[in-house]
């Protein structure tokens, strides 16, 4: 059974930082993997799936890596903006139906003014 | 907007009652998902259809039952519901099991209280 530990659990950053976060999962037969941004009381808004097949995924300031191998993926934010507090969640796939996606805990983000 | 519409948003219930979490999709996806998110916690996943007519359990189906009579709608339904349910709920769609081009897409959730 697919299992995600992500790290840390909890950030608190001036703004302006360059940000790493860091999730691991134990199976690495993966399809691909999905970060979601959670705000307070809403949904998961997806930020970046990245395939099995590609080492690294970008959208604006952010950029996903992956290495499927060693069962990781980084999450990088660059010039972090308090509009980027938030939970961050990774998901790799392992399949669809029952095996589709699993979830960490995330990483709960706060970016401070 | 195209995406995963969920009503209702919030609910209440009492202990025994009974209700229906309705989920809808615009995107003729193929695969639908039930999840509940309780605090501190992943996601899990309770239900998923793989098309009309096909359901099949998650990792925590017990106290829930869905239906898949059409592509668009995967309704929830709790029938006797127990404080154990509290909890959110969110709905997810993806064209394929393994998301694909574009992953899987979520719905805003119904945050469901049993007391």
């Known amino acids: 059974k697919q299992e995600v530990t992500q790290i840390p659990a909890a950030l608190s950053v001036p703004e302006g930082e360059n940000l790493v976060l860091n999730c691991s999962f134990t199976d690495s037969a993966i399809y691909n993997l999905q970060w979601f941004r959670q705000d307070p009381g809403k949904g998961l808004t997806s930020l970046l799936l990245?395939?099995?097949?590609?080492r690294e995924q970008t959208s604006g300031r952010l950029n996903a890596s992956l290495d499927k191998s060693s069962g990781r993926s980084t999450l990088y934010i660059a010039a972090s903006q308090p509009g980027d507090s938030a939970t961050y969640l990774c998901?790799?796939?392992?399949?669809?139906?029952?095996?589709?996606?699993?979830f960490g805990k995330g990483t709960h983000l706060i970016i401070q003014p | 907007n195209a995406g995963v519409t969920q009503t209702p948003k919030f609910r209440i219930l009492k202990i025994g009652q009974s209700m229906t979490l309705q989920c809808a999709q615009d995107?003729?996806?193929?695969?639908m998902y039930w999840y509940r998110q309780d605090p501190g916690m992943g996601l899990k996943l309770i239900y998923y259809s793989v098309g009309a007519g096909i359901t099949d359990k998650g990792e925590v189906p017990n106290g829930y039952n869905v239906s898949r009579s059409t592509t668009e709608d995967f309704p929830l339904r709790l029938e006797l519901a127990a404080p154990s349910q509290t909890s959110v709920y969110f709905c997810?769609?993806?064209?394929?099991?393994?998301?694909?081009?574009?992953?899987?897409?979520f719905g805003s959730g119904t945050r469901l209280t049993v007391v």
């Open positions: 997810a769609s993806s064209l394929l099991g393994t998301g694909g081009n574009y992953g899987y897409t």
């Open positions: 995107m003729n996806h193929n695969y």
């Open positions: 998901a790799p796939n392992s399949g669809g139906g029952a095996d589709g996606l699993t």
């Open positions: 990245i395939q099995s097949s590609q």
